[in-house]
């Protein structure tokens, strides 16, 4: 069995001192049968020719995300012919006789834009209470979180088993580690934009403080009581629980940019009533104080990661450790970071199987989650605080808004350039995920910025697209990932497989299980249930 991922290089030595034989490079498909023949052409030169041999095609492991894309266009083509229908007085009126006019009217203001007043069949209060609430709240931020989540669930589901939904064995990129950041950077815009919102309706700086700390607290326990363990093997045990996790770095980091806005927000900066020396950056320099903070933060963690010693590794050394860099540092497995969350937590308490085992074969245990990388999480959320800054600076100025995110996107695109020399490896700090590098926060807002404008845009803007269905989860976003995590191994989100190597049936059981999570926040939805913690 051979990786079909990445190209492979065949070498062919022979005895001591005669080197290189022969060498072929190939890209082997899943599932084929090959052979390599090695002929000896010349016994006087030794000359060896190789050849690689096709004995059963491999299959196009790809048509079962094509079946799957198709199917789920034909799915969103009927909801398009049906809203369009609505719009027909003859099919609306049909529909009003048969359904409860009021709840009609509620679904039409809420998924098919809101027609005028006069065109409603019901003017009475609940169709226009709904239609005002869902106006002041920017339904392109509740899309962009379930649009991240719903990612973020189908890949811990397994991603059918692509290779591109799994996490990168180490340096670089796969659908799978854009989603977490995403989820962070939308958690910092939502923080700017509820403390304000608190605190214009005049709750004090006391109770939003502890509101905060409650919060945080929550989370954590949750991620560290509810999520990490694995109840199907036996009850809670602290001699091997996890101490790291998602939901506890969401928890941490939370509480760091949610209590450094409260502490330096200013009243009135957002009213533009605050003189600053440049109108351009009135979104920026109130809050000096805060990108201080975190500047000292960055260099902590550059600190840490390039200047501290650690036992049998060289310093500043990034790798995975394992049979990487020709096996010279196998207990090294992230340098520092793990160095640190080793020392801190202990082995038994921290992520056992890190994705540089499947490549690299490491041995030791190491924390995606873990303390170091919390530091340039709490950027990512810092600099969705920014975003949020933004749109209430700014408000209803689309193209200013707008201008911002994509001047913010460009920025942080030149600074991941420049850290990573545009290289997968070469660059000063590599973009990697596991570590949560520097690069990989500057990259990923990236695109978290150019993403939110794309999203405001057609959602809030020009309201071409309702946000729906990643709208849904994103408004009872706890709920859906905590219940992912806790149901992920019961019917109907797993069942038994007939062939366990099958693509086709690993993605129809994991976009089975994301679609239900779906279903059930749309659900949710209509019922007017949110669980908010």
Known sequence: MVDTQHPLTLQLSGSVGDGELCKIQYHFGEFGNYSLVIKTQSTSTKAVSCDLVINEGPINSYLPILFAFLVYMGILAILIMWHLFMKIDRVRNWVYKKLNPRETDRLINSELGSPNTSDSVSSGPTPRLWSTGSRQRLRSLDTFRGLSLIIMVFVNYGGGKYWFFKHESWNGLTVADLVFPWFVFIMGTSISLSLSSMLRWGSSKQKVLGKIFWRSFLLILLGIIVVNPNYCLGPLSWDNLRIPGVLQRLG??????????????????????????????????????????????????????????????????????????????????????????????????????????????????????GILGTINTILMAFLGLQAGKIILFYKDQHKQIMSRFFIWSIVMGIISAILTKCSKEEGFIPINKNLWSLSYVTTMSCFAFILLLLIYYLVDVKRLWSGAPFFYPGMNSILVYIGHEVFENYFPFKWKMQDSQSHAEHLTQNLTATTLWVVASYLLYRRKIFWKI
Request: hydrophobic share 40%.
């Open 252 to 369: 941490f980091t939370y509480l760091v940019v949610a209590a450094l806005e409260l502490l330096f927000t200013k009243p009135g900066a957002e009213n533009g009533t605050l003189e600053t020396p440049c109108l351009a950056l009135q979104d920026i320099l109130p809050y000096w104080p805060q990108w201080v903070f975190i500047l000292m933060l960055e260099v902590i963690w550059l600190c840490l990661t390039f200047l501290l010693p650690v036992p049998g590794c060289p310093r500043g050394y990034l790798g995975p450790g394992g049979i990487g860099d020709f096996g010279k540092y196998p207990n090294c497995t992230g340098g520092a970071a793990g160095y640190i969350d080793r020392l801190l937590l202990g082995e038994k308490h921290i992520y056992q199987h890190p994705s540089s085992t499947v490549i690299y074969q490491t041995m030791m245990p190491y924390d995606p989650e």
